[in-house]
């Protein structure tokens, strides 16, 4: 998967999820639905970038965590290291209900804190690691994570991006200054994760 040996048990979990989404996805708007056909390619695959871009036992937040891309498929590759965690920030109460579900049925390294991004920061504390997909345009982004990365916070983000990223790249820096690192998506075509560090609010 994107070039990286995984597993028959981390395989086993991964295959595991996406029955148990596409069960829930019947009741409830978890992607779009017109992207359910190419499940595995189009979410599972391309939320796995994240962990092969920073692998290891890492302690992550996920923003917006909705049907689980790509912060339960980062907790799912935890589970075969046994460390690290990943914390699922979601507000709507049914996907966060999905996501607790999820998690049991998967044996994923991973919480959930149904709350507002704005108010994750006082109940997870310090990360290393940020992670959002199909969320916000960069800037607001980059609001919602400078609680972790600013302020001698030192967390790095990775944010899935489509083919205005650059556009996107240009309005963010006229709020921020940050460090950045472009990885072209191994999925999609013209989609990139942005590797985000160093961030500060221009003064």
């Known amino acids: 998967m994107n070039g990286r040996r995984v597993s028959r048990e981390t395989m086993d979990r991964l295959s595991a999820f996406s029955k148990h989404f596409e069960k829930w996805a019947k009741a409830i708007n978890l992607v779009a639905p017109s992207t359910m056909r190419d499940m595995w390619s189009r979410h599972i695959e391309d939320s796995a970038q994240i962990f092969a871009l920073k692998p290891g036992p890492v302690r992550w937040v996920d923003l917006g965590s909705g049907g689980g891309f790509p912060g339960m498929i980062t907790a799912i590759f935890l589970s075969e290291l046994k460390d690290g965690w990943v914390h699922l920030v979601e507000s709507n109460q049914k996907k966060a209900s999905f996501l607790r579900s999820a998690i049991l049925e998967t044996g994923a390294r991973a919480s959930v804190h149904p709350v507002r991004i704005e108010n994750a ?16 345009e960069l800037g607001l982004l980059l609001n919602y ?9 030192s967390a790095k983000a990775y944010f ?4 205005d990223y650059l556009r996107e790249i240009q309005l963010a820096r006229s709020e921020w200054s940050f460090d950045l690192v472009i ?21």
Do not use: C, F, P, T
Not at 145 to 153: E, F, H, I, L, R
């Open 121 to 136: 920061y006082s109940e997870i504390g310090a990360v290393d690691a940020v992670s959002a997909r199909a969320l916000a």
């Open 145 to 153: 994570s400078s609680a972790w990365m600013s302020n001698g916070q």
């Open 160 to 163: 899935h991006k489509g083919r």
């Open 183 to 203: 990885h072209s998506g191994q999925v999609e075509r013209d989609s990139v994760v942005l590797e985000i560090s160093n961030l500060a609010r221009h003064s």
